[in-house]
């Protein structure tokens, strides 16, 4: 089978095709054809961590430190990327019962990755489910990354019809989830992000989108009940201001400033700082599965590369242009 490879750490440039053998699936294992994988966030960092910085790194030193031994010091350890993938069923382990040869499939492999592969081996009870009928591979690809970490995320924020919430990072993979999912709750949602995807994020259903090259929306008019920040760009001492007297400040990335804001805010005062991990989980799929047959949740294909353009798949999303996600056809 071909995959794509990424045997040194680097620019796009080191992603190449390789022939690998197919794997053979376990008595408990799926053989997946895979047709569909994308470039997220944990693709880019995981292809050149070498050389992230722990500043660089949305997440406490402490994590970064762990990315590193799992990732590898100085060559990757993870020599395949892809944590999402779509396709169809090509053959089964003699134990599994869920699934049979010919199912459409799509699901998360978190960051053991591995979907850069024409064929997957994947354990029945993984992060994996149907794919809903007349959903293509390209759309079901994207539903088992940005909105799976959104609703995650926002499911424990329990959002009440009516409520103020503001996305920061709205355009990219969760953001994007997210403002769709904060409308399906019944919340008024205002999502913030540059100036060339305002329209975007307007077309994701936000009620207002801030553009915050031109505006700060912690200098605003406006109180919220939830500002769910997904790069960790703005700061507690700025939200307070529009944040309303209980509100909460989410962050999906963040450092140990903000972790100990956590603890800080979970004993004083009403507002509270929450910096929460999604961990990508079955039950999430399948809600966002659910979210999306109802027609509550879109998945927005921005491009799509075939596997021999795996690099220029990832150097565009590298470029900061991407509207929605990329994906890559295997
Ligand atoms: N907590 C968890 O469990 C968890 C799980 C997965 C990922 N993460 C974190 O999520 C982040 C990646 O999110 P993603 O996959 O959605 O990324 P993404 O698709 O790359 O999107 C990021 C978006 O942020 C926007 N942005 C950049 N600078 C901004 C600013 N100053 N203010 C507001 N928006 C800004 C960009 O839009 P514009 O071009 O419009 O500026 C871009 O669309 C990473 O930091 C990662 O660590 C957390």
């Given at each position: 089978m071909k995959v794509i490879t990424n045997?040194?750490?680097?620019?796009?440039?080191?992603l190449k095709i390789e022939e690998l053998e197919t794997p053979a699936p376990k008595e408990n294992e799926v053989l997946i054809r895979v047709h569909a994988t994308s470039v997220n966030y944990g693709d880019l960092i995981a292809r050149n961590f070498k050389a992230v910085t722990p500043r660089e790194f949305n997440m406490p030193g402490f994590f970064w430190l762990m990315a590193k031994l799992a990732f590898g010091l100085?060559?990757?350890?993870?020599?395949i990327l892809g944590s999402q993938f779509a396709g169809e069923v090509e053959a089964i382990g003699?134990?599994?019962?869920?699934y049979q040869s010919g199912d459409q499939v799509f699901g998360y492999l978190g960051q053991?990755?591995?979907?850069?592969?024409?064929y997957i081996s994947v354990p029945e009870n993984a992060v994996m489910a149907k794919t809903p009928v007349n959903m293509s591979n390209e759309e079901a690809v994207i539903l088992s990354y940005g909105p799976i970490m959104a609703l995650s995320l926002l499911r424990k924020m329990n959002i009440q019809p009516g409520q103020k919430v503001l996305v920061n990072g709205a355009s990219g993979s969760i953001g994007a989830a997210a403002v769709q999912i904060a409308k399906h709750y019944g919340a008024e949602v205002t999502g913030v992000c540059g100036t060339p995807r305002m329209d975007f994020v307007h077309a994701l259903g936000a009620d207002h989108v801030i553009d915050y090259t031109q505006q700060d929306?912690?200098?605003?008019?406006e109180q919220y009940d939830l500002i769910f920040d997904v790069l960790g760009k703005s700061s507690f001492a700025k939200c307070k201001r529009v944040l309303k007297a209980n509100g909460r400040l989410l962050y999906a990335s963040f450092k140990l400033k903000q972790l100990i804001q956590m603890l800080w805010t979970s004993l004083f005062g009403n507002q509270k700082v929450i910096c929460a991990m999604a961990p990508g989980s079955l039950d999430d799929l399948l809600a966002v599965k659910d979210l999306a047959v109802a027609g509550h949740l879109k998945a927005i294909i921005d491009k799509t590369f075939p596997m021999e353009q795996a690099a220029a798949a990832h150097a565009y999303v590298e470029s900061g242009q991407k509207k929605g996600d990329v994906v890559i056809t295997m």
């Open positions: 045997r040194t750490y680097g620019s796009a440039d080191v100085q060559k990757p350890k993870i020599t003699t134990e599994v019962q869920k053991n990755m591995g979907a850069y592969a024409e929306f912690t200098q605003g008019a």
